[in-house]
């Protein structure tokens, strides 16, 4: 059974950082392309960052690029997103997900919240 949980949101201060982490299971995070989405209230969900498989190349949105950073622990099955000098802007649910045979699936999401 696919599942994906996200974790590690919360609320910073303007230019903090956060680390969010997508724990998988059902499937090898390795072998699949793993995405990063994010949902501000009023807006569209909209992909963060991508890491595709086995070869770990990236994308990111032009709004995060230089201040996020996707990576894959392939040992502890689990997808990150490391995010710094974070703006009120980024406020919104992150969410995890995959595409597996035609299937998708997402995580349950975790709330970021950035305000002083």
């Known amino acids: 059974q696919v599942q994906l949980v996200e974790s590690g949101g919360g609320l910073v201060q303007p230019g903090g950082s956060l680390r969010l982490a997508c724990a998988a299971s059902?499937?090898?995070?390795?072998?699949?392309?793993m995405n990063w989405y994010r949902q501000a209230p009023g807006k569209e969900r909209e992909l963060v960052a991508r890491?595709?498989?086995?070869?770990?190349?990236?994308n990111y949105a032009d709004s995060v690029k230089g201040r996020f950073t996707i990576s894959r622990d392939n040992d502890k099955n689990t997808v990150y997103l490391q995010m710094n000098s974070l703006e009120p802007e980024d406020t919104a649910v992150y969410y995890c997900?995959?595409?597996?045979?035609?299937?998708?699936?997402w995580g349950q999401g975790t709330q970021v919240t950035v305000s002083s």
């Open positions: 059902g499937f090898t995070v390795r072998s699949f392309a």
């Open positions: 890491i595709s498989s086995f070869v770990r190349a990236t």
């Open positions: 997900r995959t595409e597996i045979r035609g299937v998708d699936y």
